[in-house]
């Protein structure tokens, strides 16, 4: 795939590929797609992790596309079958996504984008509206997490307040 401008698919469609069958460029079956792991910096899927003769494997999703209930990648099967093991079943590492994507022949960069993908100034152009939407996004989830804290603990002390306020009542009913 050398020279080849690579494409990744949009979250919301990978996000649906969970449970879906991936096969090869060749159409044969590698496995079930059980985890999809999207770029730190794009927020773009990247990743998909597959039960391969019994362990976890990650198959590049650069230009994965769906095909009926299949997800087709652009990798053989036998590459996959043969993919170095998954460090983190939670996080690709930078430095493990550069050796597989090497074990699959794709082309890496550091400089060219977030993702270590070359890419063209349009794609350039998406990722960075990608990765300021991603960054927005996890401000407003930290502002809603604080909101829900500021609320719970106010309901938690009027709880405690009550059950005190009640222990301490009780408390005096029973010694005169």
Same mark, same amino acid.
């Given at each position: 795939m050398q020279g080849?401008?690579?494409?990744?698919? /949009?979250?919301?469609?990978?996000q649906g590929w969970a449970g879906r069958i991936l096969v090869d460029r060749d159409g044969m079956e590698? @496995?079930?797609?059980?985890?999809?792991?999207? /770029?730190? /910096?794009? @927020?773009l899927p990247e990743?998909?992790?597959? /039960?391969?003769r019994g362990r976890p494997v990650l198959v590049p999703l650069v230009d994965a596309v769906e095909s009926g209930p299949r997800?087709?990648?652009? #990798?053989r099967g036998v590459d996959v079958a043969g993919a170095p093991q998954a460090q983190d079943d939670r996080h690709v590492s930078v430095e493990e996504e550069e050796r597989l994507y090497r074990h699959y022949g794709i082309a890496?960069?550091?400089a060219g984008s977030g993702s270590g993908l070359p890419v063209g100034p349009a794609e350039?152009?998406?990722a960075r509206h990608l990765a300021a939407t991603r960054e927005a996004r996890r401000r407003r989830t930290l502002v809603l997490a604080l909101e829900a804290?500021? #609320?719970?603990?106010? #309901? #938690?002390g009027a709880v405690v307040v009550r059950r005190h306020g009640?222990?301490?009542g009780a408390g005096r009913a029973r010694h005169p």
């Open positions: 080849r401008r690579a494409g990744l698919p /949009d979250l919301g469609s990978a590698i @496995g079930i797609c059980r985890t999809i792991f999207t /770029d730190d /910096d794009t @927020g990743w998909a992790t597959a /039960d391969v997800v087709r990648v652009v #990798v890496y960069s550091r350039a152009q998406r804290a500021v #609320v719970l603990a106010a #309901v #938690v009640a222990a301490a």
